[in-house]
T-cell receptor, first 114, second 114 residues
Framework: DAGVIQSPRHEVTEMGQEVTLRCKPI?????LFWYRQTMMRGLELLIYFNNNVPIDDSGMPEDRFSAKMPNASFSTLKIQPSEPRDSAVYFCASSPTSWGDEQFFGPGTRLTVL | GESVGLHLPTLSVQEGDNSIINCAYS??????FIWYKQESGKGPQFIID?????DKRQGQRVTVLLNKTVKHLSLQIAATQPGDSAVYFC?????????????FGKGTHLIIQP
């Protein structure tokens, strides 16, 4: 298995632009997680899905952030409009079940908003 | 939110020596604990986990110790190798806690000196 796949690996955009990050979880995994990592705040959980359904989005910073999982093999995290403070590395992870199970992380997308 | 912190941001050890990385957590309801390793430019990688009904768990060259009384978690790496150089961070989960029940530490940078 190729593991969790994320694209793009790097994204540089200007403030106000829409940004879409993509994730393909490991086949057969039922849960998908979106994280944001910064030097100041470390790793933060933004939202997680179980069986394609958003379970908890309390970590999403504000309405500019939205996430979808239209099927078991694909998820997107969208920021519109983007701001410089959104600059971070965004990770997607998947796990076979839900809480209390090992999560497999993707390589991350490094987002820079100018 | 709950805090999870690490005592030392950087730990330098000689190759072949043992290393211990510590983590303190504050949520007494946390019942699942994970240690992750993150190499530069990569996503976090699961190392070992432990549930609250245990106080010790061993893997290959790694041991996790859990002291629920003082809410302390440690990762011991035996006979360190150059490939162990990375940032290590702990994560604590509370069953049924959702996104609010999952907290990550900021990380400790382990440096293995030849």
């Amino acid at each position: 298995d190729a593991g969790v796949i994320q694209s793009p690996r790097h994204e540089v955009t200007e403030m106000g632009q829409e940004v879409t990050l993509r994730c393909k979880p490991i086949s057969g995994h039922n849960s998908l997680f979106w994280y944001r990592q910064t030097m100041m705040r470390g790793l933060e959980l933004l939202i997680y899905f179980n069986n394609n359904v958003p379970i908890d989005d309390s970590g999403m910073p504000e309405d500019r952030f939205s996430a979808k999982m239209p099927n078991a093999s694909f998820s997107t995290l969208k920021i519109q409009p983007s701001e410089p403070r959104d600059s971070a590395v965004y990770f997607c992870a998947s796990s076979p079940t839900s809480w209390g199970d090992e999560q497999f992380f993707g390589p991350g997308t490094r987002l820079t908003v100018l | 939110g709950e805090s999870v912190g690490l005592h030392l941001p950087t730990l330098s050890v000689q190759e072949g020596d043992n290393s211990i990385i510590n983590c303190a957590y504050s949520n007494s309801a946390s019942d699942y604990f994970i240690w992750y390793k993150q190499e530069s430019g990569k996503g976090p990688q699961f190392i070992i986990d432990i549930r609250s009904n245990m106080d010790k768990r061993q893997g290959q060259r790694v041991t996790v110790l859990l002291n629920k009384t003082v809410k302390h978690l440690s990762l011991q790496i035996a006979a360190t190798q150059p490939g162990d150089s990375a940032v290590y961070f702990c994560a604590c989960e509370e069953s049924g806690g959702g996104a609010d029940g999952l907290t990550f530490g900021k990380g400790t940078h382990l440096i293995i000196q030849p």
